[in-house]
T-cell receptor, first 110, second 112 residues
Framework: QKEVEQNSGPLSVPEGAIASLNCTYS??????FFWYRQYSGKSPELIMSIYSNGDKEDGRFTAQLNKASQYVSLLIRDSQPSDSATYLCAVNEVDYKLSFGAGTTVTVRA | DAEITQSPRHKITETGRQVTLACHQTWNHNNMFWYRQDLGHGLRLIHY???????NKGEVSDGYSVSRSNTEDLPLTLESAASSQTSVYFCASSLQGNYEQYFGPGTRLTVT
């Protein structure tokens, strides 16, 4: 089981601000990285996938990957109360398995 | 629409009983996974399968078993339920050769 570490949170941000979530991983050979959003009492939902160094934008979400530093982040711009959730970072293992971080809980204050 | 379902959504059982949790997906995904999620531990892999008749143990497989008789279903069986198996269980699936996993709604299991 590879290690995936996330900033522990909880992270509280005002509505309209940028929420920044960080994730580091231990396996330098990892190639596929994912962000899942999990609302309280619900299942994880895939919101971003990133495979190459640099930024990937999807609406208000931007994933950033730096393989040399073994670091992946998720930025949520113009945060909304509906973004309040726990965000899970996942990194590939061998054989199409994923290792998940413990998650960072984000609360957006109206 | 293609989907992944789990049943039951909630289950209360007694220590020592055998329990089976169902997972059914209509995406025709070859890969299926079972996780448990507990406070302080995140998602932990129990068992997984890459196709019919294929099953593999994950990091927390003791006390659990799975079987894969068709592409759509991967039932998870707790042979003799223990209080330590009280948890939320998620099934997930992915396409062959793909890491993107899609999760079912989960089953909340309480062992008393």
């Amino acid at each position: 089981q590879k290690e995936v570490e996330q900033n522990s949170g909880p992270l509280s941000v005002p509505e309209g601000a940028i929420a920044s979530l960080n994730c580091t991983y231990s396996d330098r050979g990892s190639q596929s990285f994912f962000w899942y959003r999990q609302y309280s009492g619900k299942s994880p939902e895939l919101i971003m996938s990133i495979y190459s160094n640099g930024d990937k934008e999807d609406g208000r979400f931007t994933a950033q990957l730096n393989k040399a530093s073994q670091y992946v982040s998720l930025l949520i711009r113009d945060s909304q109360p509906s973004d309040s959730a726990t965000y899970l970072c996942a990194v590939n293992e061998v054989d199409y398995k994923l290792s998940f971080g413990a998650g960072t809980t984000v609360t957006v204050r109206a | 629409d293609a989907e992944i379902t789990q049943s039951p959504r909630h289950k209360i059982t007694e220590t020592g009983r055998q329990v089976t949790l169902a997972c059914h997906q209509t995406w025709n995904h070859n890969n299926m996974f079972w996780y448990r999620q507990d406070l302080g531990h995140g998602l932990r892999l129990i068992h997984y399968s890459y196709g019919v008749q294929d099953t593999n143990k994950g990091e927390v497989s003791d006390g659990y078993s799975v079987s894969r008789s068709n592409t759509e279903d991967l039932p998870l069986t707790l042979e003799s339920a223990a209080s330590s198996q009280t948890s939320v269980y998620f099934c997930a699936s992915s396409l062959q050769g793909n890491y993107e996993q899609y999760f079912g709604p989960g089953t909340r299991l309480t062992v008393t």
